[in-house]
């Protein structure tokens, strides 16, 4: 946990004078009022970079972080955030507006890791395809889910249709997203609000999503009771020593047009990055009841005990943070709140740099299909893993992203959790950064969750995102009792809702490209 002490946003003359003078008038001293930060701090999550550190990481590469948008490298660290989808009405009007109105208030990646430069509230904004074309932006920005939107990407999602999706993502008329983030809910209205006034009718709201981090001692932590947010790549660009862990990945995964990025783009793209949204219900009394009437018969467990073995090894970690592999049978909340610990391990056993599949020794303590393995298989592939897009490394994986989303809805009521079912919704807005959405969240999300047959012919689905159309879900070595059981999941505890492929312009961008 990095700390924001005082001494660093006070001068150390302007504390001591105001010591000095409160002590000769007898009274406690006074010190000014500190704005709270944006951003959440939790122990077990990586520390962001200091702004030191990520600058001399930016200057290694050429990368300039004035020019990236605040929210793609910084992770699940928001403390209010509100998603406003638009549509344009007036392409004209609303490219000037862009520069004199919104282009101001983008805040920037320097920006928000330095607490005395960071704002009340952070502002950014991306772009759909429907959008660009609004704009007449006819680029081809060498993406094809993007292109194609997130609609017509349903089949390879395997959501069951779109009769869950919200109404207003069925359709094309999403034409970009304001992300607003803030310490309190008031600012981020009043931010919005006067965004709104002067944007005036060039923009018509769509729809809009409120999300916060939960209360009290489950900040962090998303509503089935997990803590998130501790495993999110170390990208070159901006992180110069890497987490115990922590996949290191080329800067050009996450950004357009860095190094690593093969694709061809035109050249104001770079220093983009895409952005899918979805909004994804979880139906945490539902999960619960299913873990309770499931419980792990392993020797020496209470069923309770069984129960949380089972939804530790459906994730791969325990809610503390601490990881299954490196504690399998009981949760280990020194181990998941120490971020040099909590994501050391590659699910190898000493001496190698690939798992053994057949070998049980590893699935024991970790499934092959729980949620983290079955989305960063690490040495299941080969190690070392990122650093790969040359395809030097055989087997390893570039199929990273940044992961920045926050949980929606209220925390579960007492009449949701006597009777089992959930009464109002709440979930992930999940937000994931990539240079390739078919490299990145497409290729996760299709090709290992919902993949029966990765990472072993029998390993079945990702028991939390793993989406089968709506059907049941057949998942193996939940229960390390017996790994080659089967358990079929009749209820998809995660829901999509639906949601839009975005691309996150540079500020240079958006300066020159985007505005009039
Ligand atoms: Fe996941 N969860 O609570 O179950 N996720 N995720 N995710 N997820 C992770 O290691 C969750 C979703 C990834 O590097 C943790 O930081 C939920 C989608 C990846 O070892 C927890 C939802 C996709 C990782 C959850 C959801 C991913 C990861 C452990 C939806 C991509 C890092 C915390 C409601 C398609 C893996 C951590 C690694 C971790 C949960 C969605 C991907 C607790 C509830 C859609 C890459």
């Not at 949204?277 to 009437?293: A, I, S, T, W």
């Not at 055989?394 to 007492?414: A, D, F, L, Q, T």
């Not at 079945?460 to 009792?481: E, H, K, W, Y």
């Amino acid at each position: 946990m990095r700390l924001h002490s005082f001494a660093t946003v006070l001068s150390f003359s302007s504390l001591a004078v105001g010591l000095a003078s409160a002590a000769n008038l007898g009274r406690p001293p006074v010190l000014p009022k500190r704005k709270a930060s944006i951003l959440i701090d939790p122990a077990a999550q990586p520390d962001l970079p200091t702004i030191g550190e990520a600058k001399a990481a930016a200057s290694a590469v050429n990368l300039n972080l004035t020019d990236v948008q605040a929210d793609i490298l910084l992770g699940m660290k928001k403390d209010k955030e509100l998603f406003f989808f638009f549509s344009i009405a007036d392409a004209k009007t609303f490219k000037a507006k862009l520069k004199t109105v919104v282009l101001p208030l983008v805040t920037s990646t320097d920006q928000i890791i330095n607490r005395t430069t960071e704002p009340d509230t952070m502002l950014n904004i991306a772009f759909s395809q429907t959008g660009l074309t609004a704009l007449n932006i006819t680029d081809n920005l060498g993406d094809a889910p993007f292109a194609g939107g997130q609609l017509k990407d349903i089949g390879n999602l395997n959501d069951p249709g779109t009769t869950n999706w919200v109404p207003q993502f069925v359709g094309t008329s999403i034409h970009g997203v304001i992300l607003l983030a803030s310490s309190s809910v008031d600012n981020v209205n009043t931010e919005l609000a006067t965004l709104k006034t002067k944007l005036g009718s060039s923009i018509k709201e769509v729809y809009s999503l409120e999300a916060a981090a939960r209360p009290g001692t489950q900040q962090g932590h998303e509503h089935f009771g997990y803590l998130d947010g501790i495993s999110n790549p170390s990208v070159e660009g901006f992180q110069l020593t890497p987490f115990p862990g922590q996949a290191v990945v080329p800067t050009g995964e996450i950004l357009v047009g860095e190094s690593g990025d093969k694709v061809q783009r035109p050249a104001w793209a770079k220093d983009g990055s895409f952005l899918v949204f979805r909004q994804l219900e979880q139906l945490v009394p539902e999960f619960n009841k299913f873990l309770m009437d499931n419980p792990i018969r392993a020797p020496g467990l209470t069923a309770r005990q069984g129960s949380d073995l089972l939804g530790a090894r459906m994730i791969g970690r325990w809610k503390s943070g601490a990881p299954v592999f490196l504690s399998p049978l009981h949760d280990d909340p020194v181990l998941g709140g120490d971020n040099q610990r909590n994501n050391n391990f590659t699910y190898v056993e000493p001496g190698q740099t690939r798992t053994d599949l057949k070998d049980p020794a590893s699935e024991s303590k970790c499934p092959f299909s729980a949620h983290i393995r079955k989305t960063r298989p690490r040495a299941d592939l080969g190690l070392p893993e990122g650093n790969s897009n040359d395809g030097s490394i055989k087997g390893s994986s570039n199929h990273h992203i940044v992961r920045g989303g926050i949980p929606y809805g209220p925390e579960v009521s007492s009449d949701e959790a006597t009777s089992s079912k959930t009464k109002t919704e709440r979930g992930l807005a999940f937000v994931a950064y990539q240079s390739n959405i078919g490299n990145g969240f497409q290729f996760l999300q299709k090709l290992w969750a919902n993949n029966a047959g990765f990472v072993t012919g029998t390993t079945g689905f990702d028991p939390i995102i793993g989406a089968n159309q709506g059907s049941a879900r057949d998942v193996s070595g939940l229960d390390l009792t017996n790994l080659n059981r089967t358990i079929t999941l009749t209820t998809d505890f995660v829901v999509s809702r639906g949601g839009e492929y975005f691309f996150s312009p540079s500020l240079s961008a958006l300066s020159t490209k985007f505005s009039a």
